[in-house]
């Protein structure tokens, strides 16, 4: 069979709408009118990510507060192609035409593909990376590229620093490929027996209607021939590509001695010692650390000001004063002190006196941070001022905080904490003073 034989008969694929209703447009509403052009039994869930999982026949529509308190999306089950095909066009025009949707540069259009066989199944993660051509993409949508929520896929790494750039090979055991789902492609959901593409959106990507279903044709198409072609010599060569942009950084990490001379503007320490000898028994336990973290930037800052302690006590890392830019900081050994982080995501991270703007907390504890445009899951928070986010998760607990701005707070609890009147506020618990 060709591929596009392949592509009609045999693939599956699943939508992720977001778009933006006017206020007075509810979701019963909404659910009237879209079941009434589909066809189809449409459930309105409270929550975002509900339990609720859609099939071709019955689909979901659910507020996404993260965007702001009109984000709505609606998510499909896996549909045949041809049946998918005419449901991307219809929703596309159905966006553009009711006069009481809008898109703004939040909203994404997510296209879940399976391909019935060993397409996805069994696909080379190495090869489909070097395969895919990022450019169709961001020829098409250009605002996406760097987006923080769909970052490039060509963010291979060897799995060892110790490699030699010329000593490459094509195997991919040997790599570390993006393992969360903040990129073009969420290959996370290879588990659940898909692949999530993240690529398109923006405030006019229902305009794009042929953009869209060419992309979309080429996802699945992209998967199918990855299966069908081999490796090429220009594979060898676009993986030296990737791989040298951050060549330095690996030989970084290989001794102080390189390091020092390549972040010479990063200080480190060991228990507040600058000892080198200290800092040379303790090294390789710091760049565990200071690597991913490295590594997971678009673009290294190789001038980057700050210090660098290692706790040998504890067996955690502090860093200070120092400004990240998208990046994905997910460590459990990690505090960062007096710094600035732009559009980064961060997990399992204690903040202390710290500045965030547009970035995602999970899991998180802050203290003392001005967290401004950023979306919290999570964690303890206390003496911060919160503005213009969105706070959702049953275990927040917000401490001594003051929120303002067009900050939504979703769902957690909070106690002597300053709110001011623009704040949305859904399902939040206030904690009394006598409550433990």
């Given at each position: 069979?060709?591929?596009?034989?392949?592509?009609?008969?045999?693939?599956?694929?699943?939508?992720?709408?977001?778009?933006?209703?006017?206020?007075?447009?509810?979701?019963?509403?909404?659910?009237?009118?879209?079941?009434?052009?589909?066809?189809?039994?449409?459930?309105?869930?409270?929550?975002?990510?509900?339990?609720?999982?859609?099939?071709?026949?019955?689909?979901?529509?659910?507020?996404?507060?993260?965007?702001?308190?009109?984000?709505?999306?609606?998510?499909?089950?896996?549909?045949?192609?041809?049946?998918?095909?005419?449901?991307?066009?219809?929703?596309?025009?159905?966006?553009?035409?009711?006069?009481?949707?809008?898109?703004?540069?939040?909203?994404?259009?997510?296209?879940?593909?399976?391909?019935?066989?060993?397409?996805v199944q069994n696909v080379d993660i190495l090869k489909y990376i070097l395969h895919f051509d990022e450019a169709l993409v961001y020829k098409y949508f250009p605002d996406r590229e760097r987006n923080i929520y769909a970052k490039t896929i060509k963010a291979v790494y060897p799995r060892h620093s110790t490699f030699k750039l010329d000593?490459?090979?094509?195997?991919?055991?040997?790599?570390?490929?993006?393992?969360?789902?903040?990129?073009?492609?969420?290959?996370?959901?290879?588990?659940?027996?898909?692949?999530?593409?993240?690529?398109?959106?923006?405030?006019?990507?229902?305009?794009?209607?042929?953009?869209?279903?060419?992309?979309?044709?080429?996802?699945?198409?992209?998967?199918?021939?990855?299966?069908?072609?081999?490796?090429?010599?220009?594979?060898?060569?676009?993986?030296?590509?990737?791989?040298?942009?951050?060549?330095?950084?690996?030989?970084?990490?290989?001794?102080?001695?390189?390091?020092?001379?390549?972040?010479?503007?990063?200080?480190?320490?060991?228990?507040?010692?600058?000892?080198?000898?200290?800092?040379?028994?303790?090294?390789?336990?710091?760049?565990?650390?200071?690597?991913?973290?490295?590594?997971?930037?678009?673009?290294?800052?190789?001038?980057?000001?700050?210090?660098?302690?290692?706790?040998?006590?504890?067996?955690?890392?502090?860093?200070?004063?120092?400004?990240?830019?998208?990046?994905?900081?997910?460590?459990?050994?990690?505090?960062?002190?007096?710094?600035?982080?732009?559009?980064?995501?961060?997990?399992?991270?204690?903040?202390?006196?710290?500045?965030?703007?547009?970035?995602?907390?999970?899991?998180?504890?802050?203290?003392?941070?001005?967290?401004?445009?950023?979306?919290?899951?999570?964690?303890?928070?206390?003496?911060?001022?919160?503005?213009?986010?969105?706070?959702?998760?049953?275990?927040?607990?917000?401490?001594?905080?003051?929120?303002?701005?067009?900050?939504?707070?979703?769902?957690?609890?909070?106690?002597?904490?300053?709110?001011?009147?623009?704040?949305?506020?859904?399902?939040?618990?206030?904690?009394?003073?006598?409550?433990?």
């Amino acid at each position: 069979m060709t591929t596009t034989e392949i592509r009609q008969t045999k693939s599956q694929i699943g939508f992720e709408f977001e778009f933006i209703r006017d206020s007075e447009y509810n979701l019963g509403e909404i659910k009237k009118s879209l079941r009434k052009l589909f066809k189809v039994d449409i459930k309105i869930e409270k929550e975002h990510h509900s339990d609720f999982i859609p099939t071709d026949t019955s689909w979901k529509i659910e507020p996404d507060y993260s965007g702001g308190k009109n984000l709505v999306e609606l998510v499909t089950g896996p549909l045949p192609y041809p049946q998918a095909r005419i449901v991307l066009l219809q929703m596309l025009k159905w966006i553009r035409e009711d006069d009481k949707i809008s898109l703004d540069r939040k909203c994404s259009l997510h296209i879940n593909v399976n391909v019935t066989g060993p397409y996805v199944q069994n696909v080379d993660i190495l090869k489909y990376i070097l395969h895919f051509d990022e450019a169709l993409v961001y020829k098409y949508f250009p605002d996406r590229e760097r987006n923080i929520y769909a970052k490039t896929i060509k963010a291979v790494y060897p799995r060892h620093s110790t490699f030699k750039l010329d000593d490459l090979i094509l195997s991919k055991t040997n790599y570390v490929y993006p393992s969360n789902k903040y990129y073009g492609i969420n290959f996370t959901k290879l588990a659940k027996g898909y692949l999530e593409f993240r690529y398109l959106g923006g405030a006019s990507y229902a305009k794009r209607s042929n953009e869209c279903l060419e992309l979309m044709n080429y996802f699945i198409d992209s998967l199918i021939d990855c299966y069908k072609n081999p490796y090429t010599k220009n594979d060898i060569v676009h993986l030296k590509e990737i791989v040298a942009k951050k060549n330095s950084l690996f030989m970084a990490n290989q001794s102080y001695f390189n390091f020092k001379h390549i972040f010479k503007n990063l200080k480190l320490m060991v228990d507040g010692d600058d000892n080198p000898e200290s800092i040379k028994s303790q090294f390789h336990k710091i760049v565990q650390v200071l690597f991913p973290l490295f590594q997971k930037m678009e673009v290294i800052n190789y001038n980057l000001k700050g210090v660098v302690n290692y706790d040998s006590d504890e067996s955690y890392v502090e860093i200070a004063g120092v400004k990240l830019k998208d990046t994905v900081i997910d460590s459990l050994r990690v505090i960062i002190i007096n710094s600035e982080l732009i559009e980064c995501v961060v997990d399992n991270v204690n903040l202390k006196d710290c500045k965030t703007n547009t970035c995602d907390l999970t899991n998180t504890d802050t203290d003392g941070c001005h967290l401004t445009k950023t979306r919290i899951k999570y964690g303890y928070h206390q003496d911060n001022e919160i503005t213009g986010g969105y706070i959702n998760g049953k275990f927040i607990i917000i401490d001594r905080c003051v929120i303002n701005g067009d900050t939504i707070f979703r769902e957690g609890k909070y106690r002597d904490t300053e709110i001011s009147d623009s704040v949305e506020i859904i399902d939040a618990e206030e904690i009394k003073n006598n409550e433990d």
